[in-house]
């Protein structure tokens, strides 16, 4: 896998950065890239081993949990969200609550505040039952 960044939109012709993405090295590689991504405007992430995420700078699934959090009248602070991949790593930060399930990334673990079990087992599902039984059921 090679990953490639233009400077502009369908802009093929003016190459800003090309990276061997290969699944041994896309952890050095994001690293590298997540270090310069921001004089280009962009976010860097990845979501599957193999799969590095290029995003506008200010779209990210944080920003967007607070902005529909601000529209419906409430903070993020307030808002629980779950992850599995560091894509989710900004909502995760942005939320009040933070649950990773179990077959998420290892590397989101230890950031979160609680782990649920994997989404096979309908993780999300058992984790909001078994927390909010009383209030809800």
């Not at 995003?55 to 902005?67: P, V």
């Not at 933070?98 to 079990?117: F, H, I, M, Q």
């Amino acid at each position: 896998v090679v990953a490639a960044l233009m400077t502009g939109p369908k802009d093929f012709t003016t190459l800003t950065k090309l990276t061997d993405a290969t699944p041994g090295n896309l952890g050095k590689q994001l690293e590298l890239l997540e270090g310069e991504s921001r004089d280009w405007l962009v976010s860097v992430t990845c979501s599957k081993p193999v799969y590095l995420e290029f995003n506008a700078l200010h779209a990210t699934k944080g920003i967007a949990l607070a902005r529909a959090a601000e529209r419906l009248g409430f903070s993020a602070k307030n808002v629980l969200a779950f992850g599995d991949s560091l894509n989710d790593l900004s909502m995760l930060q942005a939320a009040g609550g933070s649950v990773v399930v179990a077959n998420g990334r290892e590397e989101l673990k230890p950031l979160c505040d609680a782990v649920c079990p994997s989404n096979q087992e309908d993780g999300v599902a058992q984790f909001l039952r078994d927390t909010f039984r009383e209030v809800c059921f």
